[in-house]
Each structure stands twice: as structure tokens, then as C-alpha cells.
């Protein structure tokens, strides 16, 4: 089964030469098909669940131990996105000058920037005006690879060095705070800080996803690029991913354990084992703190090298959903809401008016039970993309 290596390194622009070389990384498309996954049952709960709100982070005295988990587990998805994004864009350009690189990083990021205002956000709402808008993950995706546009063309140390800062110290500015009427405003709440900006038409824009941690994260993904080259072998590679992985789990663990830098919320104590385990994991993500950043990379990075033992014939279903992951992330909203509109009709509501499942297990069967028929048209749209000359095709 030949695989995409990611959204950015689409196999319609490959040789059959490169396409080859490129068929042993399948583990990229399987992580980032595992974490599609995930975000489906969150965004299940995000229509069928919608009465338990959770805050950012969640009270965890307040949330129940299954929600937390699957909100915890759902974690991991941005960061994988925006990293593998990097590493996509490395994979990408390996064969290529920097300025076609940082061309096709730049016309693609403004093409999802006007997805995420256009397609995604009515997949949200079905409201035409919109009232508001959410400035999520594609969002951000988008913003993070024009900026890699640009930074690309520094030399790999000073890229790591720029993520490095940024994940690590982003939050030495969350004492900034910029009020709606003062000057710079605009782009503080792009760049930082998680609030809303007035639109022609009465439209409302929520930056739910600010960006300056993003593009930390999407240079080291893209630094890390040259451990995928085809000329390195898969075990120096393992080795490389692990000692990554388990280094930033040691320097979350510690940043985390001294309560002080890294994390806004510091965990607390409590006489029960469990609540003081998910105070001790309760991160914040909007923006995402050192901390997030550091314990989801360090799964990512753990799970990437993990798979990539395992062989492709066990990843080959995970690979599907990653190799067409813009065309999944569309499809399940729609899906989604329209199902809940469907409930709401022939049930009615039940919560307020919303129509709810009783609890998280109905969340989890319904993300395992449209599992199936979305890999089905993913692996229709996937085949569909390699077959077909059109060159708009690549920004999909």
C-alpha cells in the first residue's frame, strides 16, 4: 500500500522513485491517523456531550475521571498535527530549494486560513452569517506554515534554538495583557492571548488556538526532519525518537513537579490518589503551556518511534485516516453535526435544548462506530488524490 508521508509531502508530487524511498515511513501517517482518531471521539463529545462543558484546564474536582481521560487523550492531537506538519514540510522539501519550499508553505497556510473562516467553521454552527467565528486548529496550522515559510531558510541550529525559546518560554509573557481598545490588541490576541476580535457584519472572531507556541512547535517538528532522510536507517532513528521522547518527558516531569514555571495552574494535593494524579496532568492548552507542549511531544515522539516497529501491515488502517487528513477532518464534522441534528429531530432534546448522550461511553461508541464508514472514504479520497494530475490537489 503505498502512503502519504503527510499533508505537506502529498504522493501526487512524488517520483515514483521518491514515493518508494518514502514508503518505509509509514509510521507517520499512522500516528498521525491514531491522533485523527482520538480527536474524533473529542469532537464527538464536542456534539453529543455539549451539556458537560470542560474548562481549559478542567476542574478536576468537578469532571469525572472518563471525561477527563478522553479530554486528556485528546490532548495529544494538535501538537502531533502541528509537529508532524514540520516534519511533513521537511519530508517535502528534501528534493526541493528552499523557495519552493517556502512557496508551497505559504500558499497552502493561506488555504487552510480561508478553510478554517469558510468550510470548518459552518461545519460548527450551519449559521450563514455566522455570529462567531473560531480561530481552531486549522486555523493555526495554517498561520504556523506561513511563518515556517519563512523560517526555513535559517540554518537547522537556529531553528531549534527559535522553537526551543518559544515552546519553553512563551510563558514569561503571560503577564502581558492588552485591553480590547488599546493599540496592538489585535495581533496580542492572535499571537498570545485567547479572547475575541470585533468583524464587519457583527461578527465576532474567537482566537481559541493563539499562535506564537505553534510555530515553536512546527520549526521543531520540521528540525527534526533529517532523521527521516532515506539514507538513515530506521534504527538509528528509533534510538534518536526515544531518547527525544523520554527527554522531554524527564523535563516535563520536572518542570511540572516544581509547581512554578511552565504551567499557569499548579496542581495540588488531594487526599485521593487519582484527583492528585489528574491535577498533576491538568494542562493548559489555550495557549499551550511549556508543560503541555513538553508532555504531549513526549508521547508523540514515543508513539512515532513505537510504530514504526510495528509492521505496516497492523498500521496500514491508522495510515489510511493519516494519509487524507484534511478530508477527514472535514468530513466527521459534517457528519457529526448532522447526526446530532438527526437525534435532535426524531428524540428531541434532553438536555436544555440539546440532545445528549447519558455518559462517555456513548461518546466512545460513537466516534467507534463511524470509525469504518470514515476510513472507507478516506481510502476513496486517498486513492482518488494519488490517481489524479490536478495540481490544486496537493492542498488537500
Known amino acids: 500500500m503505498n502512503q502519504t508521508v503527510g499533508a505537506a509531502a502529498a504522493t501526487s508530487f512524488d517520483t515514483p522513485a521518491q514515493t518508494a524511498a518514502r514508503s518505509r515511513i509509514q509510521s507517520i501517517d499512522a500516528l498521525r491517523g491514531l491522533v485523527m482518531l482520538l480527536m474524533l471521539v473529542d469532537h464527538a463529545r464536542e456534539f453529543f456531550f455539549l451539556h458537560a462543558q470542560v474548562s481549559d484546564p478542567m476542574d478536576v474536582n468537578e469532571v469525572t475521571p472518563a471525561l477527563y481521560l478522553s479530554r486528556l487523550a485528546a490532548h495529544l492531537c494538535a501538537p502531533v498535527f502541528v509537529a508532524l506538519t514540520g516534519l511533513s514540510a521537511w519530508l517535502y522539501g528534501a528534493q526541493r530549494s528552499r523557495a519552493d519550499v517556502s512557496a508551497f508553505l505559504f500558499k497552502r497556510g493561506l488555504f487552510l486560513v480561508v478553510l478554517e473562516l469558510t468550510l470548518v467553521s459552518f461545519a460548527w454552527t450551519f449559521a450563514l452569517p455566522p455570529e462567531k467565528l473560531y480561530l481552531q486548529v486549522i486555523w493555526v496550522i495554517g498561520l504556523s506554515m506561513i511563518a515556517l515559510a519563512a523560517l526555513v531558510h535559517l540554518p537547522r541550529a537556529v531553528l531549534v534554538a527559535l522553537g526551543l525559546a518559544i515552546v519553553l518560554g512563551h510563558n514569561l509573557v503571560d503577564p502581558i ?20 476580535i470585533d468583524l464587519p457584519l457583527g461578527i465576532t472572531a474567537q482566537t481559541s488556538y493563539p499562535l506564537l507556541p505553534w510555530i515553536g512547535v512546527i520549526a521543531l517538528g520540521y528540525s527534526v526532519g533529517p532523521w527521516f532522510a532515506k539514507d538513515r536507517d530506521s534504527g538509528s532513528r528509533q534510538r534518536l525518537l526515544c531518547a527525544l521522547g523520554i527527554g522531554l518527558l524527564v523535563a516535563f516531569a520536572a518542570l511540572r513537579a516544581i509547581n512554578g514555571y511552565g504551567e499557569p495552574v499548579a496542581w495540588q494535593a488531594s ?14 492548552k489555550y495557549p499551550p503551556s511549556a508543560d503541555f507542549v513538553l508532555f504531549t511531544l513526549g508521547i508523540g515522539t ?49 438536555q436544555g435544548s440539546l440532545f445528549s448522550v447519558p455518559n462517555m461511553g456513548y461518546v466512545w461508541l460513537i466516534a467507534i462506530l463511524l470509525t469504518p464508514p470514515l476510513g472507507l472514504a478516506c481510502a476513496w479520497f486517498g486513492r482518488l488524490k494519488r490517481r489524479s494530475p490536478q495540481p490544486w490537489m496537493r492542498y488537500l
Not at 492588552?178 to 485567547?194: C, K, M, N, S
Not at 487526599?271 to 493548559?284: D, G, H, P, Q, W
Request: hydrophobic share 55%; net charge negative; glycine share 8%.
Open 271 to 284: 487526599e485521593s490518589v487519582l484527583r492528585t494524579a489528574m491535577s498533576f496532568f491538568n494542562l493548559t
Open 177 to 196: 495583557t492588552v485591553a480590547p481598545d488599546e493599540f496592538g490588541y489585535i495581533a496580542w490576541t492572535i499571537l498570545h492571548d485567547r479572547g475575541l
Open 302 to 350: 514515543l508513539l512515532l518511534a513505537a510504530l514504526e516497529r510495528v509492521p505496516t501491515t497492523a498500521t496500514g488502517t491508522l495510515a489510511i485516516f493519516g494519509g487524507a487528513p484534511l478530508f477527514f477532518y472535514l468530513l466527521h464534522l459534517y457528519v457529526l453535526h448532522l447526526l446530532n441534528l438527526g437525534a435532535l429531530y426524531y428524540a428531541g432534546a434532553n
